[in-house]
């Protein structure tokens, strides 16, 4: 585990698609970088890839480790590296240099991003499903495994983590793989102010600050700004995020970090787009989306603390307590006509919910002579108010109007809780071998409690729980001088989310009893070698899945999901950075992936249907996967001149269904971008700098589908990636 987990805006006027007033950034970026350059001075650019210290990961071990020497697949992208992917917004704009994980962006911020590891959460068409995700060890996944990112502070990240393969089943329900993020320390004093601006609107003011307070006490804290117009029609988004992390070293032996962050998102949903549309025009937005005024607000606060003691000497080396809390509101306006809500079993189209949760976990460390051990307990708990509305006011409106709070039409109560005990150890019985294992076991409950009964809408409560038990087991072969080789091999498990477990497949209502969990087996066999300035990763797996979730009906503007069988997932991984020349430098991070289903069934394609009648054959590619993606750069840089990169991103073909009857096709992406650091003492005085970067994505200005919502009931599966897009970041850091 490594790691304890430890007020709105409103929006334009519905259908428009204008530039706004903004935050008025985009000529004052461009006149601060301009200043920036010609202050010349001493510049300092990010090290080189491959140079510099060795990175160090915590997720996966017992312990802070080499990323080099640990036994399992696992990357790690660097501050630098996140500061040079973009304005710090998503993690779509630096994920790319990670095999194995797919971060898609859908370039709709009512939806989060998509993100897939080795074909786990491929299903999802919201939200992320299927990988657990940290911050700062709190979770950003529910007891459920449904889970998101937009409030992830990575202008304040010292580094992103990525566990894929068989260890990450020690982090319990849903964790095909793990994304966690790490804050970086703070040191000294420092003071960060940047702005951001770009193509489609983009305007983004950041401001962070650091002090150490008292000897052992530091603070940071940090805010942000971000709107966009969107190069789709109905697609502007605004963004305020505030974060606080105060840390106490209250003695060499006892630390207290306590972490606080808020999220408040307003944003109009342009929706996909079907085949037709997408063809005819990619930058247009479905008719669907202004009629119905489709469109999403999130807000969302978050407290976290943890406290670790470490022991000098015995056999206890370490103990951690960590807890959270959290309050999530989401309301969203779906796009479903009034027809489909006049069934007196519809939920409505208006998605109302707060969702209340909190969890703790307590550990401790043991270590005797070449034997390490970690042991905890961990429980989680979500409670989601939720009600559903109608979109519309008057039932005889004709034509009707949309796009409004109507009468309830769904009241429930839903709950979701984990609790979990485990066990890692890491084991090194030779000079050049060591063993891990590892065991966690926990149970899942689900439940939900229906306030909203009246007439043939009957008392729809129901619950469920599972138990699982997952073991994993590696070995680590120092083979030679800067080779390593590890093989490791697991059991993990996923459980339905409440949102797949809301409906039955007869479409009557109520709890879908009948759905279970899917269970895996996951092998890997992997090589790290480190020679001088180059360095190469390689990973090949295996993963066998039985009785894996798959959509059943989509009828009455909701879907359904059912068991499917068995799935096969194999794949390579290769990842290479590369110092050559004292100013030469390269990345590669590569993918190919067989995600397929073993076994026949039947599903649905389009509404109404109630009952599947589509076959999907054996063999057929899980929706949400594809074959193969790569990313590859080459960058130089000069004292005097800063650096500069090319990017290369490649996507094989999407598949959008489990017919696979449409699928978004392969495209190739060139990016450039600048980066260079100046003093800044001419004009703001001593121990000040400049930060910018230029960046240029899509130059080629490629149509593409970025992204896919999977199985989408009406066929519009499309998300339309970004046109050539122009952007311009410019930080002051100092003193």
Not at 73 to 100: C, F, K, N, Y
């Amino acid at each position: 585990m490594g790691q304890i987990r430890g007020g709105c805006i409103a929006l334009p006027a519905r259908g428009r698609h204008r530039p706004r007033p903004g935050l008025g950034l985009g000529r004052r970026a461009v006149a601060l970088a301009a200043v920036a350059l010609l202050g010349g001075g001493e510049v300092a650019l990010a090290q080189a890839v491959g140079e510099g210290p060795a990175r160090v990961v915590v997720t996966g071990s017992v312990a802070e480790r080499a990323l080099a020497d640990a036994p399992y697949a696992v990357s790690a992208v660097d501050r630098d590296e996140l500061r040079a992917a973009g304005p710090q917004i998503h993690l779509s704009e630096s994920m790319a240099r990670v095999p194995g994980l797919t971060v898609a962006n859908r370039w709709n911020y009512a939806q989060d991003l998509q993100i897939g590891s080795r074909g786990f959460g491929a299903r999802a068409t919201f939200g992320v499903r299927g990988l657990r995700l940290y911050s700062d060890g709190i979770p950003a996944s529910g007891p459920d495994g449904q889970g998101q990112v937009s409030h992830f502070d990575l202008a304040g990240a010292e580094r992103v983590e990525v566990l894929r393969g068989p260890f990450s089943v020690l982090y319990g329900n849903s964790s095909g793989g793990v994304i966690s993020l790490i804050s970086a320390p703070v040191r000294s004093p420092r003071l960060e102010a940047a702005v951001d601006a770009g193509s489609f609107g983009l305007r983004q003011v950041r401001v962070q600050g650091e002090a150490v307070l008292a000897p052992g006490l530091d603070l940071r804290a940090g805010a942000a700004a971000m709107e966009v117009v969107g190069f789709r029609p109905h697609s502007e988004a605004e963004r305020r995020t505030a974060n606080l992390r105060l840390n106490w070293q209250a003695s060499p032996h006892d630390a207290l970090l306590v972490s606080v962050n808020h999220l408040n998102q307003p944003a109009q949903d342009p929706l996909g787009l079907d085949r037709a549309q997408f063809d005819a025009d990619p930058l247009q937005t479905s008719p669907a989306a202004t009629q119905f005024d489709t469109r999403k607000t999130t807000e969302q606060t978050q407290l976290g603390t943890r406290w670790r003691h470490r022991y000098a000497t015995g056999l206890l080396r370490e103990a951690q307590v960590a807890a959270y809390a959290g309050r999530r509101d989401v309301t969203q306006f779906l796009a479903i006509n009034q027809a489909t809500q006049a069934n007196v079993r519809h939920g409505g189209a208006v998605v109302d919910f707060v969702r209340d949760y909190h969890g703790a976990e307590a550990r401790v460390r043991l270590a005797l002579d070449a034997l390490d051990v970690v042991a905890g307990v961990a429980a989680d708990r979500q409670r989601d108010a939720r009600r559903g509305f109608l979109n519309y006011l008057d039932p005889a409106a004709a034509p009707q109007v949309y796009g409004v709070l109507g009468a309830v039409r769904r009241n429930e109560v839903n709950r979701a809780a984990t609790d979990d005990a485990y066990v890692q150890a890491e084991w090194a019985f030779a000079a050049d071998w060591s063993l891990g294992a590892g065991l966690r076991s926990g149970r899942v409950t689900l439940t939900t409690r229906d306030l909203y009964v009246a007439g043939a809408n009957v008392d729809d409560s129901g619950s469920r729980r599972f138990s699982y038990t997952n073991p994993v087991l590696g070995l680590r072969l120092k083979a030679a001088p800067g080779l390593n080789l590890h093989a490791a091999a697991a059991r993990g498990f996923e459980s339905p989310t409440l949102g797949e477990l809301a409906y039955r497949r007869d479409n009557v209502g109520g709890f879908n009893f009948a759905l279970l969990p899917q269970r895996s087996e996951q092998f890997e066999l992997g090589a790290k070698w480190r020679a001088g300035a180059l360095q190469v990763d390689v990973a090949a797996f295996e993963v066998r899945v039985e009785d894996e979730i798959a959509v059943a009906t989509n009828a009455g503007g909701r879907a359904s999901f059912q068991n499917v069988g068995r799935t096969l997932r194999r794949g390579l991984e290769v990842a290479g950075r590369w110092a050559f020349g004292s100013s030469w430098s390269a990345a590669l991070a590569a993918t190919a992936l067989d995600a397929t289903y073993r076994d026949s069934f039947l599903t649905c394609t389009a509404p109404p249907c109630a009952t599947p009648n589509v076959p999907v054959p054996a063999g057929n590619r899980i929706a949400g996967t594809q074959r193969g993606h790569a990313f590859a750069e080459l960058a130089w840089r000069s004292p005097g001149f800063g650096q500069v990169a090319g990017e290369l991103r490649h996507a094989r073909a999407l598949m959008a269904n489990d017919a696979n009857s449409d699928a978004a096709a392969p495209y190739t992406l060139v990016g450039l971008r600048w980066a260079h650091r100046a003093s800044a003492v001419a004009w703001l005085g001593g121990g000040w700098h400049a930060e910018w970067l230029l960046r240029v994505d899509n130059l080629l200005d490629k149509r593409y589908a970025g992204s896919v919502i999977v199985n989408e009931a009406n066929a519009r599966f499309f998300e339309t990636g970004a046109p050539r897009a122009v952007g311009l970041t410019l930080r002051l850091v100092g003193p």
